[in-house]
């Protein structure tokens, strides 16, 4: 009588949603205080958090604990949680990870049609920045432009960055709209870019001149999605480090954890810190990338040492 009720509440994981590292390495890097991981997510447990019964995928657990632990681990003090599309419009488990935070934690949510003002607003002062659209099939049918009119309505006035989640050709095609949208606008994962398509692909072109634009922001994370080579993903790395030297105020770099809808093992999150001392090779890139950046696009305090923002609820 145990067994199917043990299923439901801890459903088998997806293809493509292997556990994380088992033992990442501790990395050689030492990161500069205030280091953000712009890029994580906190999944479960399912037993106390259940997933989205309409996702289309089921990961791996990934609590709050187990999270904060890793970025102790891997010496970054401060994070930014993405809502996962698995726990559908349904924000409990990045609001409790927020108040645990006290400050240190930021987040990007998924804003539904049935979202509210006032559920965006509790969003607000829990420490939510931005909110994110997923183009990938593999998450949902892409938002049409009424639908993100929607968002933009609602999230009006809040200071809200975009995050986008396409892949190279989708920026390609949808240049037009990225550079209409209001506000500040973020590529996810080096626009999951094809780099098989060559160092001049209509993707790497048009990504470049929203760079140019201004207003877009890149998040320079996700080297072992976009690599042809695997580990040490040097073809990934050289693209990350030629776009912080593009634009080294709107780069930003997350650890993608705990790595879902990927294919083979996931990847040794220490290594991907190491990566950076290449990725932002100078001592100034580097703590643009990982203090000052994520500092401004999600309003964390400018000083590591600041107290946590008042406009965020404490426990």
Not at 102 to 115: C, D, P, Q
């Amino acid at each position: 009588m145990t067994e199917p009720a043990l299923h439901a509440t801890h459903p088998a994981p997806s293809p493509g949603c292997p556990p994380p590292h088992p033992a990442p390495r501790r990395p050689i890097l030492a990161l500069p205080p205030g280091s953000c991981d712009a890029h994580c997510h906190i999944l479960g447990p399912a037993a106390v958090f259940p997933y989205a019964p309409e996702r289309t995928f089921t990961p791996v657990d990934a609590p709050k604990e187990q999270v904060a632990a890793l970025h102790a681990h891997l010496g970054l003090s401060r994070a930014v949680v993405v809502q996962s599309s698995c726990n559908g419009h349904d924000h409990r488990t990045l609001l409790d990870a927020l108040t645990a935070g006290r400050g240190t934690l930021r987040g990007v949510a998924l804003i539904g049609e049935r979202t509210t003002r006032v559920e965006i607003e509790e969003l607000h002062r829990a420490g939510v920045r931005a909110f994110r659209l997923n183009f990938l099939p593999h998450l949902r049918i892409a938002p049409t432009r009424e639908e993100i009119d929607s968002v933009l309505e609602r999230v009006d006035g809040l200071g809200w960055a975009c995050e986008l989640h396409l892949t190279g050709d989708e920026v390609a095609d949808h240049e037009a709209l990225i550079r209409s949208l209001p506000g500040r606008v973020v590529i996810d994962h080096l626009a999951r870019v094809d780099l098989g398509d060559g160092p001049d692909s209509p993707a790497l072109r048009s990504l470049r001149r929203l760079l140019d634009s201004g207003g877009v922001w890149l998040k320079v994370s996700g080297a072992d999605r976009v690599s042809r080579q695997g580990p040490p993903y040097a073809d990934a790395v050289a693209l990350a480090a030629s776009f912080v030297r593009q634009a080294p105020d709107r780069v930003v770099w997350g650890t993608d954890y705990p790595h879902v809808n990927i294919r083979g093992a996931a990847p040794d999150d220490g290594l991907l810190v190491d990566l950076l001392a290449d990725i932002a090779p100078d001592p100034v890139l580097l703590h643009r990338l990982m203090v000052d950046n994520p500092a401004e696009l999600f309003d964390f305090p400018t000083d590591p040492g600041d107290p946590p923002d008042p406009h965020v609820e404490q426990t």
